[in-house]
Nanobody, 117 residues
Framework: QVQLVESGGGLVQAGGSLRLSCAAS????????MGWYRQTPGKQRALVAD???????NYAGSVKGRFTIARDNAKNTVNLQMNSLRPEDTAVYYC???????????WGQGTQVTVSS
């Protein structure tokens, strides 16, 4: 069974930083893209950042310049470094991976990020 375990969420003050990590296990396949979405109550899940199997990155405009996504293929992990956090960044953050060459995605359980003013 594939499992994605997230860590690093929590409560921080505006202007602070958090680093989210997501570790995949049980993967018997090549992993394609990896990334992060976030969701607030009453809103659809929205892309925060993703990174391709060869390291190409993409960011939502609202986080560009503040967040950095990275992956470690040897460890099957993807990280999201979040700096200069704002209250608007408050959400549940979800990690995902895509099986290479498919449209099959796997999702983490979500981790809460709360930014206070």
């Amino acid at each position: 069974q594939v499992q994605l375990v997230e860590s690093g969420g929590g409560l921080v003050q505006a202007g602070g930083s958090l680093r989210l990590s997501c570790a995949a296990s049980g993967t018997t396949f090549r992993i394609g893209a990896m990334g992060w979405y976030r969701q607030t109550p009453g809103k659809q899940r929205a892309l925060v950042a993703d990174i391709s199997s060869v390291g190409f990155t993409n960011y939502a405009g609202s986080v560009k310049g503040r967040f950095t996504i990275a992956r470690d293929n040897a460890k099957n992990t993807v990280n999201l470094q979040m700096n200069s956090l704002r209250p608007e960044d408050t959400a549940v953050y979800y990690c995902y991976i895509r099986r290479y060459g498919t449209t099959t995605d796997y999702w983490g359980q979500g981790t809460q990020v709360t930014v206070s003013s």
